[in-house]
């Protein structure tokens, strides 16, 4: 079968490998589609730790075409999703209830064979059935809903709190719309991508701003701002260190911050303790997906999330090496990666 293989920083090539042998408690999935995520970016120039080589692709759902022994909830002609996460279940972290915090975790596309191939394995507890009637691509949107899951659920989000989300990717389209399901009322999303900015209003956010414009802390949090004072709860989803810096400000006296963007490993940010600490702004920061891919699988099912419209193109796995190497194109949300494609 071919597949995408990071070989090394900045090495990448698809190749023709051995189509894998489900063991016991797995499923062999035919992929359908796979997402392409800024950490698989991340991953080719190094920023973030991975057992090259090793198929590359941890947003992705399909077929099961096999079971190993022993699976009881799966057979072939299911369409799944998969939770890309194992945790070992044993370690401290673990016992505490925090998995993805697992000292011995080990994610299906960065540290074993991932779905940027035309076939997976994938053990039997990380799968989650999806509709047979969902279109494919839906199906890949289900890993990164299930981050953002996990960053509201820590947000704490009240009926009528405002909210602001910086960056217009896929994580802050998703994280909107989230923010809506969970009871805000007005939630502003900032980017300087005018077709980002739009899209935002049309499935869910309440207004949009575009920091080229103006600074965004007086645009925003300013007394003649969109939120002025602030907003409840601050969501950084671009994962850039001025937008990581801005986030605090843009807090109200009391609100709360969430991390959710993914930073190159080794950049820092400079902060001032200063003001949160007399603002007493809650930071926190949102890793991973622990429980509730269950959850994204399902709103991905019933429709209650927009995901078609977040589709920028697809490709074929021809043409992966030169997505991951390059920059998302302008206005781009998300490539998936349908191996079916010529």
């Not at 953002?148 to 602001?164: N, P, Q, T, W």
């Amino acid at each position: 079968m071919l597949a995408g293989r990071l070989e090394g920083n900045g090495s990448f090539f698809v190749r023709e490998v051995e189509t894998p042998v489900p063991g016991p408690g797995e499923l062999l999935v035919r992929i359908e589609a796979a997402g392409i995520c800024g950490t698989d970016r991340h991953l080719f120039r190094g920023e973030f730790p991975s057992r090259p080589p090793v198929t590359l692709g941890h947003e992705f759902s399909g077929i099961v075409e096999a079971t190993g022994a022993g699976v009881t909830r799966f057979r072939a002609g299911m369409r799944v999703t998969g939770d890309p996460n194992i945790a070992c279940g044993g370690c401290a972290q673990c016992r505490r209830g925090r998995v993805n915090l697992c000292e011995n975790l080990v994610a299906i596309g960065i540290h074993r064979d991932g779905g940027f191939a035309e076939h997976v394995t994938v053990p039997e507890n990380q799968a989650y059935e999806l509709p047979l009637s969902l279109p494919p691509e839906r199906g890949a949107f289900c890993e990164p809903l299930a981050c953002c899951l996990h960053a509201v659920d820590k947000a704490e989000i009240r009926a009528g709190a405002s909210v602001v989300v910086l960056g217009g990717g896929v994580i802050g389209m998703l994280t909107v719309q989230l923010a809506r399901l969970a009871g805000a009322g007005s939630v502003i999303l900032a980017t300087r991508q005018a077709v980002r900015r739009s899209l935002a209003e049309e499935i869910g956010a309440t207004g949009s701003f575009d920091p080229a414009a103006q600074d965004i802390v007086p645009g925003i949090a300013g007394p003649d701002g969109l939120l002025p004072g602030g907003a409840d709860i601050v969501f950084e989803c671009a994962g850039v260190a001025e937008t990581v810096r801005q986030a605090p400000k843009l807090a109200r006296s009391g609100g709360t911050v969430v991390l959710l963007g993914v930073l190159p490993q080794g950049e820092t940010v400079e902060i001032e303790p200063f003001d949160l600490l007399f603002r007493e702004v809650k930071l926190l920061t949102s890793f991973l997906n622990p429980f509730v891919h269950g959850r994204a699988a399902a709103l991905i099912a019933s429709g209650a999330i927009e995901v078609d419209r977040l589709v920028s193109r697809c490709i074929g796995l021809a043409d992966l090496p030169d997505a991951i190497a390059n920059p998302p194109r302008p206005g781009e949300i998300k490539v998936l990666v349908m191996p079916g494609l010529a």
